[in-house]
Structure formats: C-alpha cells, structure tokens
C-alpha cells in the first residue's frame, strides 16, 4: 500500500539554525501538507500546497516558515532561524484531490531545538 | 470558541468491549467533512473514517463506526470490540467547506484510549 514517508524520524538543532524537514508524498497525489503537533497539544495545520504553489496557510506559517517541491517527488519544510517552540511532531500529509476524504499522513519528524 | 470539543481527555475500556468517544464540533457552514484519526505511540497519525454532512448514514469502517447527529453537531466514534492495539490518542477534526474553498482542518485536543486485558 502506498504511503508517505518523512525523513528525518528525528532532528536534534541548535536555536538559529536553519533545519529542512523532507517528505515524499503518495506518487499520483497533488496536494500537499504539513501540520505540527506541539507535544501533548492537538495538531495544528500549517500550510497546503498545490500546482508548485501554497493554496492556504495559518497563522503559525510566518516567514520563518517556507515549503518546497524541490523535485516531482520531494516536498520539504524549512523553518529558518528555529526557535525552542519550533520543537514539535511535524506531520507531512498528502491527498489526491482538493476536497479529500482523508489526508494520508506521514510518520512524522520529531524536531527538537535546543 | 471551539469548533472541535472533545471532552474526554483519557478513556479506558475493557478489551473486547465497545467503547464510544465524543466528539462535538461548531460550525455555520452547510457543507462539512468530521474525521477521526488515530494516533498511536509511535506518534504517526492514522485516518479512520469520514462523515460527510450531507451523508444521511453513518459512515462504517470496520469495527469503527461514527454516530453522526447532525441536529446536535456530534460525530462520536464508536469502536466496536476493543482490541489491546486500539490503544492509543484519537483526535477529531472538522473540513468545513466554505465558498471559495477554504478547507483548512480544525483538530480537536484528543482523547487517549487505554484498553484493559
């Protein structure tokens, strides 16, 4: 069964520094998420992504914040100059069309900023 | 205020047994999608069902069903006898379908399921 995978599991930063979180999404999808989840907290949408553009973003998707589809199959999230509260699960997800019945979510890269 | 409530932060079942988590949801749009995710240990989130709201029956997806009262804006999950594997944090969330195609999902806080042998 096709899945979404995220690399890394896990990744230890310093605060300033820039991390690049990457996900490969289900081949024939062509929406894009990412979502995080404060530890303990709800998971909270962070910016969607189609046609090599963002279609909507929240307010925690400032700046700091920008996504990427480097190539067909990557899709990545870099946080520039990261802050202890970037520390989260950040959850990629894919679905095939705009009004999905159901996201395929990845397993997750657990970011930890010290 | 909320548009996802789930007011039951922890649940525990016995195993084999059913077991039902709420959850209440607000919203003024007619057009709307409820979920249900499972979030086990390993942290990964695992969609389980999907209600739509102009479906007229409950959606069912094995020994997961969701009881949609529509009247009451609730779509509780019901999972049917409880497996030790069902344990786990489930979250509920709200697509709300507005003109123009704003389908950003609100997440409720969660409710853990702890199933007793």
């Known amino acids: 069964e096709p899945e979404v995978t995220q690399t890394p599991s896990h990744q230890v930063t310093q605060m300033g520094q820039e991390v690049i979180l990457r996900c490969v999404p289900i081949?024939?999808?062509?929406?894009f998420y990412w979502y995080r989840q404060i530890l303990g907290q709800k998971v909270e949408f962070l910016v969607s992504?189609?046609?090599?553009?963002?279609?909507?973003k929240s307010e925690i998707f400032d700046d700091q914040f920008s996504v990427e589809r480097p190539d067909g199959s990557n899709f990545t999230l870099k946080i520039r100059s990261t802050k202890l509260e970037d520390s989260a699960m950040y959850f990629c997800?894919?679905?095939?069309?705009?009004?999905?019945?159901?996201?395929?979510f990845g397993p997750g890269t657990r970011l930890t900023v010290t | 205020a909320q548009k996802i409530t789930q007011t039951q932060p922890g649940m525990f079942v016995q195993e084999k047994e059913a077991v039902t988590l709420d959850c209440t949801y607000d919203?003024?749009?007619?057009?709307?999608?409820l979920f249900w995710y499972k979030q086990p240990s390993s942290g990964e989130m695992i969609f389980l069902i999907y209600?739509?709201?102009?479906?007229?029956q409950n959606a069912t997806e094995g020994r997961y069903s969701l009881n949609f009262q529509k009247a009451r804006k609730s779509a509780n999950l019901v999972i049917s006898a409880s497996q030790l594997g069902d344990s786990a944090m489930y979250f509920c969330?709200?697509?709300?379908?507005?003109?123009?195609?704003?389908?950003?999902?609100?997440f409720g806080r969660g409710t853990s399921l702890i199933v007793h042998p």
């Open positions: 997800a894919s679905s095939e069309n705009a009004r999905p019945l159901e996201q395929y």
């Open positions: 919203t003024s749009d007619q057009s709307y999608g």
């Open positions: 969330a709200m697509r709300e379908g507005q003109v123009g195609g704003s389908y950003i999902p609100t």
């Open positions: 081949s024939n999808h062509l929406y």
């Open positions: 209600q739509g709201s102009y479906d007229e």
């Open positions: 992504f189609y046609n090599n553009e963002i279609s909507e």
